[in-house]
């Protein structure tokens, strides 16, 4: 069975504070990606990496940064916090180019409350 | 740019079929995928096709695309209050860099029992 896995379900930070989302997959898969998931507004891409070491903005990256340095794990990095970041952030994994059916493997999300 | 409208509820009577509709606008999509996700869950993948078929079933799944009108559709039979969450349509093209889908708002479905 696929697991994608978060570290953190429920997350309350400040505004201003450094805040890490940790992403891990056990599949060995190639891509990992992260979204935002706000009511009415579906899932909205921020990054995504289809390697170790490599990044690709999303469609709404600014605020965010990321870091891929194994191929299982994949961190999201708020900067400095802010209180419009308080969203659901959901972490999938999909296999390379190898499957062209590019299906993506979710996380169970960890919502963010930025006070 | 690429675009996946869906409307956002449906509701529906325990045993009734639902049928939830997504248009998408990118005519290069290769592949389009149904996701469920369930209250406090992340999505779960129900099924996808590919874009030289026209329809594909799966149990109580069916999925229809027309690839004229750039429209799809799920249709659950005999609705259960178990399949009350939100369903998210998605597309891929092959201009794909990394496996990127883009998904749509997202279809809340209540089943009333």
């Known amino acids: 069975d696929v697991k994608v896995t978060q570290s953190s379900r429920y997350l309350v930070k400040r505004t201003g504070e450094k805040v890490f989302l940790e992403c891990v997959q056990d599949m060995d898969h190639e891509n990992m990606f992260w979204y935002r998931q706000d009511p009415g507004l579906g899932l909205r891409l921020i990054y995504f990496?289809?390697?170790?070491?490599?990044?690709e903005k999303g469609d709404i990256p600014e605020g965010y940064s990321v870091s891929r340095e194994k191929k299982e794990r994949f961190s999201l990095i708020l900067e400095s916090a802010s209180t419009n970041q308080t969203s659901m952030y959901l972490c999938a994994s999909s296999f390379g180019p190898r499957d062209r059916a590019y299906e993506q493997y979710f996380g169970p999300g960890t919502r963010l409350t930025v006070t | 740019g690429e675009d996946v409208e869906q409307s956002l509820f449906l509701s529906v009577r325990e045993g009734d079929s639902s049928v939830i509709n997504c248009t998408y606008t990118d005519s290069s999509s290769t592949y389009l995928y149904w996701y469920k996700q369930e209250p406090g869950a992340g999505l779960q993948l129900l099924t996808y096709?590919?874009?030289?078929?026209d329809m594909k079933q799966d149990q109580r799944l069916t999925v229809l695309l027309n690839k004229k009108d750039k429209h799809l559709s799920l249709r659950i039979a005999d609705t259960q209050t178990g399949d009350s969450a939100i369903y998210f349509c998605?597309?891929?093209?092959?201009?794909?860099?990394?496996?990127?889908?883009?998904f749509g708002q997202g279809t809340e479905l209540s089943v009333k029992p």
């Open positions: 990496s289809y390697d170790v070491k490599m990044k």
């Open positions: 096709i590919f874009s030289n078929m």
């Open positions: 998605a597309e891929s093209t092959i201009y794909n860099q990394g496996g990127k889908l883009i």
